[in-house]
DNA sequence: ATCCCTGCAAAGGGTTTGCAGACGC
DNA sequence: GCGTCTGCAAACCCTTTGCAGGGAT
């Protein structure tokens, strides 16, 4: 807990930065959503957020967790995430090495990996495309062990 | 264009069996549907397609190009691309070879190429997870060449 | 005091749904 | 003829926008 809360301290310096040096304000709003991401653990959805937020310590409006998403994505300190579900979700990005994440498609688990192999990909499109590569994104989806166990039993059932 | 033909072909044939298969019915729309996208190059949404198919041969509502479009998804006559820019695309594959995506995030433009390190990706996280792996998505973005001159110039502008 | 940011509620855009009529089987 | 599919339009969901009041600087 007490690394998190330096990854918290440490992402709030940050994000004080960053709106300084672009002259934007440091509502107490912009800093509970901060914090909000910062204390919870793999990804979270707007709406899981918005509602983690009212339970817990801070009432802010939808169209205020929007902006401030935005501003931390572009901040880096937090990564927003597309699958295939219709969903965007977001997590806290700030001392997380690049990972790449693996879906369940039954029950929508979602993992996360490490591949350096993907680095070489990218070289390899920027060498022959001329790219100035910034960024990618990489998942892969199939089924949890788990979801394997079940898929197999509910196909013996209907045997 | 002949070779696209045997194409269309090959897509109507397995389209017809697979349904035959699932008990569901040959209707015209879905063909016509199937036509569309297996005459396009490249990537189209859901709109595009519509579009077309009105200039061009068939009047279909837009429930039905969803319908269908699920079914094609399924039966893997097409592919569902999903990129950062809220829009979904989508791409025939039957003799198409498995490939992933460059994206320019200045001025859209999609480009495809082939990495055969990914399987090893895969299989690694098959390995260590337990996955059955189903399929994956990858997409590099970053400045396609005449991007990268126009930020070029435009950034010179303004020193 | 300024004017940027927030909250609210309404608008927006893509996708899904419910129902009646049409048509493949 | 039966049961599924289509078309239409309304409903939906997530996200964005416009505006007025409030708070950071």
């Known amino acids: 807990m007490s690394a998190d ?44 957020l918005y509602e983690h937020m009212l339970r817990n310590d ?3 409006s939808r169209a205020t967790v929007y902006n401030t998403l935005e501003l931390l994505v572009e901040f880096d300190l937090v990564k927003k995430q597309r699958f295939d579900n219709n969903l ?5 990005s700030l001392g997380y090495k690049q990972h790449d994440h693996v879906i369940c498609t039954r029950c929508g688990a979602v993992q996360e990996f490490c591949d350096p192999r993907i680095h070489h990909t990218k070289a390899m499109v920027a060498e022959i495309f001329g790219y100035a590569i910034q960024r990618h994104s990489l998942n892969i989806f199939g089924l949890c062990p788990e979801c394997r166990q079940k898929e197999k039993a509910s196909s013996a059932d209907t045997e």
Chains 1, 2 share one sequence.
Do not use: C, W
Not at 88 to 92: G, R, S
């Open 88 to 92: 965007t979700l977001f997590e806290k």
């Open 5 to 48: 809360n330096a990854l918290l301290t440490k992402a709030m310096d940050v994000f004080r930065q960053k709106l300084e040096s672009r002259g934007l304000r440091k509502t107490p709003e912009r800093f509970a959503i901060l914090r909000e991401i910062y204390s919870s653990e793999g990804h979270l959805d707007v709406d899981n």
């Open 58 to 60: 801070y009432r802010v």
